[in-house]
């Protein structure tokens, strides 16, 4: 099977399988070769799920005698190993969880399985998803595969490491202030954070801070986001968060019949942004007008005001403490640098919690506002591309930040609850992947997908693989 096979999106697999033109058998034995070929230099991949291939010998067989299919029948498809998959490991990157073995898969991965793809392996992150680098005491780091010197994000690194390297057409990655956009952009795929609840975040852990959370998408093309996403939407009848009906906005249609306005950000008050980050989402505002979309330059005041990863950073910390401490309480020295840091930190007062959860709504105020006059905003993902593994400081644009900063543009969505999109629009001078942000109003996924798609249309980057 060729490599251009491999680096097919999920919706053109799915394609050739009810064709006829490959089976399910073929394409899990042609993933899990290049896991065995490229995973022992990148690790991404942690567990392969046994039973894929008898699953795909299940899916073709159905498929000869001409069963109903799903959309997905017969593609293999990765999880991160936050979220629970039946009979198949999910250690949470932590040796405190090593050996656990879910007996249910959660919402998300069993609807992706009633679409009939097929679970092929669980995918790398930091210990308890507190990261924005995949490296844990477990399962070790997980190394870019543009770049095997630098990291490819977290805490989803390993899904987007493993998407961007071929192993895996598409999966599940959850978000906590940057954790699957932040990855696709070092690694050159796309990811959706959509509005907040949309995907139950049952059966993935932690769960806390609740109204933080997400359960995303990450894929190779904004069609898989779209189809998947039309999935997963809905709630489950166990998150309480889950409410709003499927039917709202499944991520096809639903777009504005007017001309579309979509504002575009570099300079938001939030700090410095690297000179090639922002060569590149002038250059997407600039492809996107051509595709008749009024497009200008706005600014956020809301956000300028109340500097969303300052406000975050004194919030979740008071919710993420409690529960980590029960998880790991007597198996301390276990624990992973970033989770024994987050423990360490010093309590937030009551005065600056209450501040910081104002400071949310003077911030989702905002974006109501802005929501008013523009149908959704472009931005940076981040302001750096992907950097060297264990950086605690970046300089850019002159300018000395702490490794924090890395969130500075996606933290407010998640506070927010506003659905938002990360896809590469350029190329460093280093040859390393630069994305580009979408963002939209609440419930508006298939508005943020359909600007996506435009400027993926328009994309000077599309069909870009790193060479292994």
């Known amino acids: 099977m060729s490599e251009d096979l491999i680096y097919e999106d999920a919706t053109a697999m799915a394609e050739l399988i009810r064709t006829g033109a490959v089976s399910s058998v073929e394409l899990v034995r042609a993933h899990l070769a290049r896991i065995e070929a490229t995973n022992p ?61 879910p007996t249910t898969d959660a919402t998300s991965v069993a609807r992706i399985k009633d679409a009939g793809a097929i679970l092929l392996a669980k995918t790398n992150l930091p210990e308890f998803s507190y990261s924005t680098e995949s490296d844990n005491l477990l399962t070790g780091r997980t190394n870019n595969p543009w770049d095997l010197d630098r990291t490819p994000g977290g805490s989803s690194g390993g899904e987007s490491a493993a998407i961007a390297a071929g192993m895996s057409p598409f999966g599940l990655g959850t978000d906590l202030a940057i954790s699957v956009r932040g990855p696709a952009a070092q690694t050159g795929i796309v990811a959706l954070k959509p509005t907040h609840g949309r995907i139950p975040m049952t059966g993935v852990w932690p ?109 979740h910390v008071m919710e993420l ?28 007062s009551i005065e600056d919690y209450i501040a910081a959860e104002q400071g949310f709504e003077r911030i989702r105020d905002g974006y109501a506002e802005y929501f008013t006059r523009y149908d959704a905003l472009l931005l940076p993902v981040l302001p750096i591309p992907a950097h060297p593994h264990g950086m605690t400081v970046f300089v ?73």
Do not use: C
């Not at 777009?255 to 060569?279: C, F, Q, T, Y």
């Open 321 to 348: 403490k409690p529960a980590m401490a029960a998880a790991t309480r007597g198996r301390e020295d276990d624990m992973f640098t970033m989770s024994t840091s987050m423990l360490n930190t010093p309590d937030t």
């Open 207 to 315: 769960r806390v801070p609740r109204r933080d959370w997400h359960v995303g998408p990450m894929a190779r093309t904004v069609r898989d986001l779209a189809l998947t996403y039309s999935l997963l939407a809905g709630p489950d009848g166990e998150d309480g968060f889950s409410v709003t009906p499927k039917s709202f906005d499944s991520g096809v249609g639903s777009v504005p019949s007017r001309p579309l306005r979509v504002g575009w950000i570099v300079d938001s008050g939030l700090g410095p942004v690297d000179p090639e980050v922002a060569a590149t989402v002038r250059a997407a505002a600039q492809a996107l007008s051509s595709t008749g979309v009024h497009v200008e330059e706005v600014t956020i005041p809301a956000v300028e005001r109340d500097n969303p990863l300052a406000l975050f950073n004194l919030q």
């Open 41 to 101: 230099a990148i690790n991404a991949i942690v567990t392969v799920a046994d039973g894929a291939l008898e699953a795909a010998r299940a899916a073709d067989a159905d498929l000869a005698a001409g069963k109903d299919v799903g959309a997905l029948h017969g593609v293999p498809f990765t999880v991160k190993d936050s979220i629970d998959t039946a009979g198949v490991l999910t250690q949470r990157g932590s040796p405190i969880f090593a050996g656990r073995l």
């Open 396 to 468: 850019i644009d002159g300018k000395t930040v702490d490794a924090t900063h890395i969130q500075t543009f996606t933290v407010q969505f998640n506070v927010t609850g506003l659905p938002a999109l990360s896809m590469r629009f350029g190329t460093s001078s280093d040859g390393l992947p630069i994305g580009v942000q979408i963002a939209g109003n609440w419930h508006a996924e298939s508005t943020v997908l359909h600007v996506a798609s435009l400027l993926e249309g328009v994309s000077p980057v599309r069909n870009l693989h790193p060479v292994l």
